[in-house]
């Protein structure tokens, strides 16, 4: 069994490597990530044009709305975000506006 410190740093890597088998695999293994690695794991599916990316997009805007209270302006934003996010995944702007919606 690996400790939860290991499985991050695992989860870490294969992000930053693109590849989402391994990703996937890890956040499973994991149980639970924060919504904030969640959205990672979106960027990544979205970089490396994996087709898994639009179902957990919309698992990531329904995580969103549960775990938070976010408003409707910001949830409008969020899908606009990943939106971009799908068709552009190298837009640091879309990053940049998801990520604040979890980190502040």
């Given at each position: 069994?690996?400790?939860?410190?290991?499985?991050?740093?695992?989860?870490?890597?294969?992000?930053?490597?693109?590849?989402?088998?391994?990703?996937?695999?890890?956040?499973?293994?994991?149980?639970?990530?924060?919504?904030?690695?969640?959205?990672?794991?979106?960027?990544m599916?979205?970089?490396?044009?994996?087709?898994?990316?639009e179902?957990?997009?919309?698992?990531?805007m329904?995580?969103?709305?549960?775990?938070?209270?976010?408003?409707?302006?910001?949830?409008?934003?969020?899908?606009?975000?990943?939106?971009?996010?799908?068709?552009?995944?190298?837009?640091?702007?879309?990053?940049?506006?998801?990520?604040?919606?979890?980190?502040?």
């Amino acid at each position: 069994m690996s400790s939860s410190g290991e499985l991050l740093t695992r989860l870490g890597q294969a992000i930053e490597e693109l590849d989402a088998d391994v990703a996937l695999a890890t956040a499973r293994e994991m149980g639970y990530v924060s919504l904030y690695d969640a959205l990672r794991l979106c960027r990544m599916l979205a970089r490396a044009g994996d087709p898994r990316y639009e179902r957990a997009a919309v698992r990531w805007m329904l995580r969103l709305e549960s775990e938070t209270d976010a408003s409707l302006p910001e949830l409008e934003l969020a899908a606009v975000g990943l939106g971009v996010l799908a068709r552009a995944p190298q837009s640091e702007q879309a990053w940049d506006a998801l990520a604040a919606l979890v980190s502040g």
